[in-house]
C-alpha cells in the first residue's frame, strides 16, 4: 500500500480522497490550513496516520509544512488539493505580499521542500 500526503484534506475532494484511501488500506496524512481544520479532518477521516497544519497562503508556513512532512517519512505520492478563490469576493494579498489565489493554487505546491 501507498504513503500519501494530501493538502487540503479537511474538506471537499481532499477529504473523499483521503477517506477513499484510508478505506482501501493506504496510509494517509492530512493538511488543513490551522488547528481547528487540523481537529476536524482528524475526526471526519478516521484511520489517518496524522495530520500536519499550515497556512499555504504564506511561504514560511509552506516550508513549514514540508518539513514537518519530511520529518514523518517519506511519501509515494502528494495530492497538491489545497485551493481557494472561488468565495473570494475581492482580492486579498498574502503576508508575503501576493494575490491568495496565487499563493495558494499556484506557488504552494512549488514551494513545498520535500525530500
Known amino acids: 500500500m501507498a504513503r500519501v500526503f494530501i493538502t487540503g484534506s479537511a474538506d471537499g475532494l481532499g477529504k473523499i480522497a ?3 484511501l484510508v478505506k482501501e488500506g493506504h496510509q494517509v496524512v492530512l ?3 490551522n488547528e481547528q ?3 476536524d479532518a482528524l475526526r471526519i477521516v478516521p484511520g489517518a496516520e ?3 497544519s499550515g497556512d499555504l ?3 514560511e508556513e509552506t516550508n513549514l509544512v ?3 512532512a519530511n520529518a514523518s517519512g517519506s511519501f509515494d505520492a502528494v495530492i497538491h ?3 481557494v478563490g472561488y468565495q473570494e469576493r475581492r ?3 498574502t503576508v508575503d505580499g501576493l494575490p491568495h489565489v496565487f499563493a495558494v493554487n499556484t506557488l504552494a505546491p512549488y514551494t513545498y521542500l520535500f525530500d
Do not use: D
Open 18 to 20: 483521503a477517506q477513499l
Open 66 to 68: 514540508a518539513e514537518q
Open 91 to 93: 482580492k486579498i494579498m
Open 81 to 83: 488539493n489545497a485551493a
Open 31 to 33: 493538511h488543513a490550513r
Open 57 to 59: 497562503s504564506s511561504i
Open 50 to 52: 496524522g495530520a500536519i
Open 37 to 39: 481544520r487540523v481537529k
